[in-house]
């Protein structure tokens, strides 16, 4: 059998996102095309995001996530040592809980 013609089985690579990476194994796992995994990852992320900003945080299993929310503060520009003013702002943050540590 040539090297062409065995399956390739799919390994993170540098350059793929984890987004397509994730997509890349449900398409795999449950023989769909990629653009539809990829569309059903998009979609998760999507719901688990909104979830968030409707309650605050969302809890799936052992996992968590929540909204963090940085204030206004002092930086610098690495490159110039300029000072600058960071804005405010808001993101989803994610948590293991302890049964998933090791």
Do not use: W
């Not at 799919?10 to 653009?35: G, L, V």
């Amino acid at each position: 059998m040539s090297k062409k013609a065995e399956t390739k089985k799919t390994e993170p690579k540098e350059t793929a996102t984890p987004k397509q990476f994730i997509s890349t194994k449900i398409a795999e796992e449950y023989d769909i095309s990629k653009d539809m995994a990829y569309k059903i990852c998009q979609a998760c992320l999507d719901a688990i995001h909104e979830a968030c900003l409707f309650n605050g945080k969302v809890r799936i299993g052992c996992h968590s996530f929540k909204i963090i929310e940085r204030k206004a503060r002092d930086g610098r520009n690495p490159k110039t040592g300029e000072p600058l003013k960071i804005k405010a702002s808001r993101r989803v943050a994610y948590k293991n809980t302890d049964k998933t540590k090791r």
